[in-house]
């Protein structure tokens, strides 16, 4: 059974920095990409970043490009989110999600495993 815990959010002014961790386990993860979400209140999930555990590749939303960026340690089972430049509208609780395919997915019905998810607030 894969699971995936989330942690490393909290309180940060505007401008700061956060890095979230994901730790994975329950599988080998070879053929599969970890991504990370975001659901800011009243709002629906939204696509944040994705990674191929093979390849390191990454791909971005729009609304991330440039200010943050995914990472992950292979031999740890860890995937990262450093986000940078924080602004208060990207106040959320961040997921992190594994999908059982090499290619990208950017919605929520392409993953097949979540965490719970860990609060990300930014103040003004």
């Known amino acids: 059974q894969v699971q995936l815990v989330e942690s490393g959010g909290g309180l940060v002014q505007a401008g700061g920095s956060l890095r979230l961790s994901c730790a994975a386990s329950g599988r080998t993860f070879s053929s599969y990409t970890l991504g990370w979400f975001r659901q800011a209140p009243g709002k629906e999930r939204e696509f944040v970043a994705t990674?191929?555990?093979?390849?390191?590749?990454?791909y971005y939303g729009d609304s991330v490009k440039g200010r943050f960026t995914i990472s992950r340690d292979n031999a740890k089972n860890m995937v990262y989110l450093q986000l940078n430049s924080l602004k208060p509208e990207y106040t959320a609780i961040y997921y992190c999600?594994?999908?059982?395919?090499?290619?990208?997915?950017?919605?929520?019905?392409?993953?097949?495993?979540w965490g719970q998810g860990t609060q990300v607030t930014v103040s003004s």
């Open positions: 999600a594994a999908r059982r395919r090499g290619s990208f997915g950017y919605t929520d019905p392409s993953y097949d495993y």
């Open positions: 990674v191929s555990w093979s390849s390191g590749r990454t």
